[in-house]
T-cell receptor, first 117, second 112 residues
Framework: GAVVSQHPSWVICKSGTSVKIECRSL??????MFWYRQFPKQSLMLMATSNEGSKATYEQGVEKDKFLINHASLTLSTLTVTSAHPEDSSFYIC?????????????FGPGTRLTVL | ELKVEQNPLFLSMQEGKNYTIYCNYS?????LYWYRQDPGKSLESLFVLLSNGAVKQEGRLMASLDTKARLSTLHITAAVHDLSATYFC????????????WGAGTKLIIKP
């Protein structure tokens, strides 16, 4: 089956630092990757849509200068939280849409739990 | 703006019982997804419903879609403890770009 990995699984950082989260599709090429954040006991909120080789499309209310997304290849997208603050603490989940799969679905990574002190 | 509403938000039930989770959405879409999430984990795809009248079943779970009523249901038959999890429905707002808008989730606890 399709596998999406995220690295790191969890990270604790000091306020003001930047954190990079990687999302990789391990056994398929992902035409599109999505980034979500999830607060405790809440639903997922779509942050941005990322297509390989082009700029990410951000959802309304998501600061593009704060959440930098780079989709450099068909198997890798990165989310960098710049100058992180405690309110950025959240569970960040990526997903990937497969290029050639018949099944019409997204495959989700295991998530990255970010805690900003 | 597309809104997705699930109900109930929390459900506690005994093993062996049947129950239905409802997912209503506010604008036209032909793509609806059901996912399961265990505590602290990511999401597992359960069903993808792509057309009006679609019905899919896997084990004790069955999902259906009525695009005219903008309603999907997830029916649990003879629940077992292993089905305890949070269940999310999500609707593709664009019908093609897989930009999903999510329901709030239904936390399901099944007691032995």
């Amino acid at each position: 089956g399709a596998v999406v990995s995220q690295h790191p699984s969890w990270v604790i950082c000091k306020s003001g630092t930047s954190v990079k989260i990687e999302c990789r599709s391990l056994d398929f090429q992902a035409t599109t990757m999505f980034w979500y954040r999830q607060f405790p006991k809440q639903s997922l909120m779509l942050m941005a849509t990322s297509n390989e080789g082009s700029k990410a499309t951000y959802e309304q209310g998501v600061e593009k200068d704060k959440f930098l997304i780079n989709h450099a290849s068909l198997t890798l997208s990165t989310l960098t939280v710049t100058s992180a603050h405690p309110e950025d603490s959240s569970f960040y989940i990526c997903s990937a849409r497969a290029r050639s799969r018949v099944a019409d679905t997204q495959y989700f990574g295991p998530g990255t739990r970010l805690t900003v002190l | 703006e597309l809104k997705v509403e699930q109900n109930p938000l929390f459900l506690s039930m005994q093993e062996g019982k049947n129950y239905t989770i409802y997912c209503n959405y506010s604008t036209t879409s032909d793509r609806l997804y059901w996912y399961r999430q265990d505590p602290g984990k990511s999401l597992e795809s359960l069903f993808v419903l792509l057309s009006n009248g679609a019905v899919k079943q896997e084990g004790r779970l069955m999902a259906s879609l009525d695009t005219k009523a903008r309603l999907s249901t997830l029916h649990i038959t003879a629940a077992v403890h292993d089905l305890s999890a949070t269940y999310f429905c999500a609707v593709d707002r664009s019908n093609s770009n897989y930009q999903l808008i999510w329901g709030a989730g239904t936390k399901l606890i099944i007691k032995p």
